[in-house]
């Protein structure tokens, strides 16, 4: 059954188009509070762009966007983030000039509890290679501990909803499964997490809910069961959708 929390994000009938090339159409899609939520689906299906024109990075043609009960529809990313979601990029990098702790703070300045320092000691019980190089250049961190870095820093701003777009890129099975992990943790205290991620099983297993996606379109949704157990997963991975 669908977790019974109040509804957190809803978007609605969200259309996004690049030019004159409508690529996420009429999209529909709701998290609880304290859900996982996983949104699957093949290269190119409007995974990526459904989530940066439900924060506000890029425009929406129509639809309309909800977020803990606000109207954000029109609301600029900064405005998103205040109103308790963070956004943490596919393939994004990190500030290599600053210290991984300094990286760490910028994080705490997204949220009303900016240069906060305590928060820091939390961030760090979850990764504590983090802890280790904190007083280390970002630049001198490999690329998967940058993406860790990245992730740390959305972590820290303590949002209510934490969007994570395939965290897993480029990273060691073994630190992949660790990010999951933490997710799934923050969720059972109570954080939102919307996840997009290549790694079917892998996301199954950590995620409440699940939506796949294929050519712009919500092709199904369920418990991450119910998606194993019906043949949607070949028809959106395999089949010509
Ligand atoms: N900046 C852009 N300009 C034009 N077309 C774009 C742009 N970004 C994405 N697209 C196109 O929009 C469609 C959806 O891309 P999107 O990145 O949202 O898919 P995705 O499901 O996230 O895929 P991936 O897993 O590869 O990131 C694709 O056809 C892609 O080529």
Redesign the pocket.
């Known amino acids: 059954m669908r977790s019974q929390q109040p509804v957190l994000l809803d978007v609605k009938g969200l259309d996004v188009a690049?030019?004159k090339?409508e690529?996420?159409h009429g999209v529909d899609l709701t998290i609880h509070r304290g859900e996982f939520v996983v949104l699957l689906?093949?290269?190119?299906?409007?995974?990526?762009?459904?989530l940066?024109a439900s924060t506000g990075l890029?425009p929406k043609r129509g639809g309309r966007i909800s977020l803990a009960d606000r109207d954000v529809t029109n609301a600029t990313p900064r405005e998103i983030v205040a109103a308790g979601a963070v956004h943490v990029l596919?393939g994004h990098r990190v500030f290599t000039s600053l210290s991984v702790e300094d990286n760490l703070l910028i994080g705490t300045y997204a949220r009303a509890s900016g240069g906060d320092r305590s928060k820091l000691e939390r961030v760090y019980s979850l990764f504590p290679e983090m802890a280790q190089k904190r007083h280390d250049h970002a630049s001198r961190l490999s690329g998967g501990q940058q993406q860790i870095l990245a992730v740390a820093q959305g972590i820290i701003g303590e949002p209510q909803l934490l969007i994570l777009?395939?965290p897993s890129s480029g990273l060691a099975p073994v630190v992949i499964d660790r990010i999951l992990q933490v997710a799934r943790q923050l969720a059972d205290e109570g954080v939102a997490i919307l996840l997009?991620e290549?790694l079917v099983e892998k996301a199954l297993n950590v995620a409440d809910h699940c939506y796949l996606?294929a050519t712009?379109e919500i092709a199904a949704q369920g418990s991450p069961d119910d998606i194993r157990a019906g043949d949607t997963l070949n028809r959106v991975f395999l089949g010509g959708h």
């Open positions: 690049y030019g090339a690529v996420v689906g093949r290269n190119g299906a409007g995974k990526t762009t459904t940066a890029i596919e777009d395939e997009v290549q996606m712009g």
